[in-house]
């Protein structure tokens, strides 16, 4: 069913063989063709079972378009067979399409909506891709569709596809028990059937000092936070003296629902968390945002009728920081990593004017600020964001692909991109990738290295503002993917316990 000029790689083709024999968690870096493992398998499953129907399931409308396209262009299968839905498919038309269909690739959350509607059954179906698997945790449509599929089907194989599928031993097994997996396949450059096709990525790491003010900001909002992370400490909400902003927001759950039954003694954990939460923003808006947006941030604050903002807001030590910050706002002072990312940019197109550039930065207001400054320094650039939230701005889907497929047709060299740009999305060949702020978790830096590298050598820079989030979060994630890789290997090659269905599978 391959097209005879089609050539899939050795660790494809590897891969491929095992997942054809048993349900398997695929874990390879970004990039480095997951999707073809998946045709590969399909197609050996259609074979198989020639009356057979296969199912891919992708987190969202672009990522489902991306396997379509590869179903057309790498199998013989008729294009009228392979069809992508959507919640904007009707669901009258999606019955149809269903029966129709051999190769059904569609969001999650259609499947699930139409498996407990009773508009779609998996009895016929001989193949399950769960594409981004490292989702299939809680409350996502995945763990579902997963079950569903191996109560229905009669010929039942799931593949679950990801760069990074977690950092611990707990999360992992989360996802292989959800998935019902029986074996993991991992690779990295590292292995012999990947090296020949691996190019090589420089790294650099270029750091930036913070401006006295800046320090003297940061320290007093530490100063505040500490007052409420002590009393968080004492009552036993937290068992440090240093939480993470995850920690944080646990504290804020637990202490809810503690009040919601009946303790009134966690009402002032609540005010506490909140107030320990937005100083910890505020704290990592001067570290790695700049003065500007903590200016904003603050505005909003003082203007807030919440409780817990205007008690912060009372604080003299706040007002302190509030004087600073409107007195560098006036003077137009930014971060120094705004003024570091335009030179470094300007840099490597002036040795490379072809170059293609991704910069990936956390706050949607950063973007737009990375991509203002880079248009008035002369460089062409867009910027790719997520959908409209609320009443802010965003792009459609349709906007989305269009930003990527002009990124991809070299009508501008640089792509300024929120965590949109992290998942999946193909973009063509990047000669390299910019972390204007580190991130902490290992998924997302590996998705984000995973832009460049892919058929030439590139260069992933990490712009570090020094003593703050950025260094802690650059080690952090490098840590959790050195343990991520530890746990995976020590898993392939071993029969997985899978997951047995139980009587409590046939409740939902």
């Known amino acids: 069913m391959l097209k005879d000029t089609i050539q899939p790689r050795d660790y494809q083709n590897n891969i491929a063989l095992v997942a054809s024999e048993k349900n398997t968690l695929c874990v390879l870096p970004t990039g480095m063709g997951k999707t073809l493992v998946s045709v590969l398998v399909a197609t050996k499953r259609l074979e198989l079972h020639p009356g057979g129907k296969i199912l891919i399931c992708s987190p969202t409308r672009p990522l489902s378009a991306q396997h379509k396209k590869s179903f057309e262009e790498v199998t013989k299968i008729s294009p009228d067979e392979i069809i992508l839905l959507t919640g904007e498919t009707k669901a009258e038309k999606r019955i149809a399409l269903y029966e129709k269909a051999k190769v059904i690739i569609a969001t999650p959350q259609t499947i699930e909506h139409d498996l407990e509607a009773g508009r779609l059954s998996l009895e016929n179906f001989v193949f399950l891709t769960l594409d981004e698997a490292h989702r299939s945790v809680k409350e996502y449509s995945y763990p579902y569709i997963a079950k ?4 229905q089907s009669k010929h039942h194989l799931i593949l679950g596809l990801t760069a990074s599928p977690g950092a611990t031993n707990e999360k992992i097994k989360e996802i292989c028990d959800n998935l019902f997996i029986k074996a993991v396949e991992i690779r990295s450059e590292y292995d012999a059937d990947v090296q020949p096709y691996v190019q090589q990525i420089q790294k650099e790491n270029i750091y930036v000092e913070l401006p006295e003010e800046f320090k003297k900001i940061k320290a007093l909002l530490e100063e505040v936070m500490k007052d409420d992370v002590h009393w968080l400490k004492e009552h036993h909400y937290t068992f440090t003296y240093t939480p993470t902003k995850k920690m944080l927001l646990d504290v804020q759950r637990r202490a809810i629902a503690s009040y919601m039954h009946g303790s009134k003694g966690a009402y002032w954990a609540i005010v506490r968390g909140a107030g320990a939460i937005k100083i910890r923003h505020a704290i990592e808006l001067v570290e790695t945002q700049g003065i500007s947006f903590l200016y ?3 505005k909003k604050l003082e203007s807030s009728k919440k409780k817990t903002d205007k008690r912060i807001m009372k604080d003299p030590r706040l007002r302190e920081v509030m004087n600073i910050v409107a007195e560098l706002y006036g003077k137009g002072i930014e971060h120094p990593k705004l003024e570091k990312v335009v030179a470094v940019v300007k840099d490597f197109i002036r040795n490379n004017p072809a170059a293609r ?17 880079l248009n008035i320094a002369g460089i062409k650039s867009d910027m ?3 959908q409209a939230i609320k009443e802010g701005k965003g792009l459609t889907q349709e906007k989305q692909m269009e930003i990527l497929k002009r990124f991809a047709n070299s009508e501008f060299n640089v792509l300024v991109a929120s965590s949109i740009g992290e998942e999946g999305l193909h973009t063509s060949e990047v000669n390299s990738v910019i972390f204007y702020e580190s991130v902490p978790s290992e998924i997302r830096k590996i998705q984000r290295t995973g832009r460049t590298g892919r058929t030439a050598p590139g260069k992933v820079i990490f712009l570090i503002a020094k003593d703050t989030m950025d260094e ?5 994630s490098s840590r959790k993917e050195k343990k991520m890789k530890s746990i995976l290997y020590g898993m392939k090659g071993k029969e997985l316990k899978r997951r047995k269905i139980t009587l409590m599978d046939w409740v939902k």
């Open 296 to 298: 904003d941030y603050f």
């Open 357 to 373: 550039i991704i910069i990936f930065a956390n706050f949607r207001s950063i973007v737009d600020k990375i991509n203002q400054l």
């Open 472 to 476: 802690a979060f650059y080690f952090a």
């Open 384 to 386: 790719l964001i997520g």
């Open 148 to 151: 569903k599929f191996m109560l």
